[in-house]
């Protein structure tokens, strides 16, 4: 039986809807041996086509367009989930320039999204996302670009949201935030990607409807997450356009690649976003 490669991140969203795909609760699915890493680690991964099928930023993939396609489930996009800039200091975003931030990845959404939101902001340094909150905190850097479950937890650290990036983007463009999609070889064809599109809707159905069932692996990975934290991250980040994108996540994704084509940010490419039949 074809096994096929499956990277994703040990972040709740992510294990909650891959867990019946991976542990073989999807009647037919294609078999999978999965590989989770944070996502600067998966974009990475993707870009040197490691893995058949990948969670990775949307900025990541905008450079994989011509080797990787969109799968329609799976993915992180919704309103009120982006990136957040936080800091010691209650400063406005206008005293941000000539700070020193953490980033979570040159190829993260988040990262794209901060380019987009202010380019003068260029004194960047990349972290692990996980060691962004405590840097901050601790005067390593001057603010921190959080995401995941750090929107929730950041006042523990005793931090101060600047700018909330996802608000931004909706307010500038009328789109839900794009941040991180599944993707799949080309190469391996309309038939097997077809196939594992079909599996992953089936897998985040899988967990919806039985929870239970996924909550035991969901919370191994969390490890010292609170279980309330594990839940609001799932309900924010797991909602309809983790179904199917449908016209209105597919709107917002074409609009994400076409601004970062026109700022030369991301290479143009010719290849549908999904491959359909």
């Known amino acids: 039986m074809e096994t096929l490669s499956l990277g994703y991140s040990p972040c709740p969203n992510d294990t909650f809807i891959f867990t019946p795909w991976v542990e073989n609760r999807i009647e037919g699915a294609t078999s999978v041996k999965e590989r989770l890493e944070d996502i600067a680690t998966l974009n990475r991964l993707a870009l040197d086509r490691t893995l058949d099928i990948a969670k990775v930023s949307f900025h990541a993939f905008g450079h994989l ?17 982006g990136p957040l800039v936080v800091a010691r200091e209650a400063w406005s975003p206008d005293q941000l320039e000539g700070k020193r931030i953490a980033i979570p990845g040159k190829l993260t959404t988040a990262a794209l999204l901060l380019r987009l939101f202010r380019p003068e902001l260029n004194n960047l340094c990349v972290m692990p996302f996980h060691e962004i909150m405590p840097a ?12 995941h479950e750090s929107r929730f937890t950041f006042p523990s650290y005793a931090l101060h949201q600047i700018v909330d990036l996802g608000e931004w983007w909706e307010e500038h463009t009328g789109h839900a935030i794009p941040l991180g999609g599944i993707v799949m070889r080309r190469a391996l064809g309309k038939e097997r990607i077809q196939k594992a599109d079909k599996a992953l809707a089936a897998s985040v159905e899988y967990a919806h409807a039985y929870p239970q069932d996924v909550w035991p ?37 074409r609009y ?17 976003l999904f491959v359909d039949g």
């Open 217 to 253: 692996t969901v919370r191994r990975y969390a490890q010292e997450m609170e279980d309330e934290v594990m839940r609001q991250h799932i309900e924010l980040y797991v909602n309809s356009f983790t179904y199917d994108y449908g016209s209105e996540g597919e709107a917002a994704i």
């Open 136 to 147: 901050t905190r601790d005067g390593v850097v001057d603010a921190g670009l959080i995401i």
């Open 65 to 81: 367009r011509d080797n990787y396609c969109l799968l329609h489930s799976g993915g992180a996009l919704g309103r009120g989930c």
């Open 256 to 272: 994400l690649m076409d601004t970062a084509e026109k700022l030369d940010i991301i290479p143009k490419s010719e290849q549908p």
